[in-house]
């Protein structure tokens, strides 16, 4: 089953710290994988887009990480700040004629200052 | 641009009760989809439109209609409301059905009671 897990659900990290957030898929044929940024009330906004051949890929403070063999992405967050308040969703695309999406629970951080 | 736009932003709904959520773009996307976003859950696809006078069922489109008769209108169709319903809704687009960008809407919160 084509599925997208992220850990942990939800994180409180002070200002100015580094944090990770992870994703585990079983998603075949892969195409992609994206992560997302949702503040609250608001739609996602893309930060990433990495392909099969990208291990890292950077949007400045973000930096995000595939690992095609074992299936698991990273997102880490650089010198946190309050804005970085959001939930953060990992979505893999097929590669077939769907391209469907198969999107994560997401994991909601907060930053405190 | 003003991207994807959406209406209304919040809606209370009477079981039983229609109504449409609207969803525009004005970047010529061809390619426009509906989800709902439930707490804890991913992002699920209801129904999506490759283009003009094209639509397809996703992953939940029961109690939903679509239509697609311009490039940039996309209503969603409550046909008989349920408090199963209650839900965020996002309307995303992208330029093509492979393209890898898709963006969002900001959301229309439906609670159906």
Same mark, same amino acid.
């Given at each position: 089953k084509n599925q997208v897990e992220q850990s942990p659900q939800s994180l409180i990290i002070l200002e100015g710290k580094n944090c990770t957030l992870q994703c585990n898929y079983t998603v075949s044929p892969f195409s992609n994988l994206r992560w997302y940024k949702q503040d609250t009330g608001r739609g996602p906004v893309s930060l990433t887009i990495m392909t099969f051949s990208e291990n890292t890929k950077s949007n400045g403070r973000y930096t995000t990480t595939l690992d095609a063999d074992t299936k698991q992405s990273s997102l880490h967050i650089t010198?946190?700040?309050?804005? %970085? $308040?959001a939930s953060y969703i990992c979505v893999v695309s097929l590669m %077939? $004629?769907?391209?469907k999406l198969i999107f994560g629970s997401g994991t909601r951080l907060l930053v405190r200052p | 641009n003003a991207g994807v736009t959406q209406t209304p932003k919040f809606q209370v709904l009477k079981t039983g009760q229609s109504m449409t959520l609207q969803c525009a773009q004005d970047?010529?996307?061809?390619y426009m989809s509906w989800y709902r976003q439930d707490p804890g859950m991913g992002l699920r696809l209801i129904h999506y439109s490759v283009g003009a006078g094209i639509t397809d069922q996703g992953e939940v489109p029961n109690g939903y209609n679509v239509s697609r008769s311009t490039t940039e209108d996309f209503p969603l169709r409550l046909l008989s409301a349920a408090p199963s319903q209650t839900s965020v809704y996002f309307c995303a687009s992208k330029?093509?059905?492979?393209?890898?960008t898709q963006y969002f809407g900001p959301g229309t919160r439906l609670l159906v009671l």
């Open positions: 010198a946190s700040q309050l804005s %970085d $308040s %077939d $004629s769907s391209y | 970047m010529n996307h061809e330029t093509g059905l492979a393209s890898e």
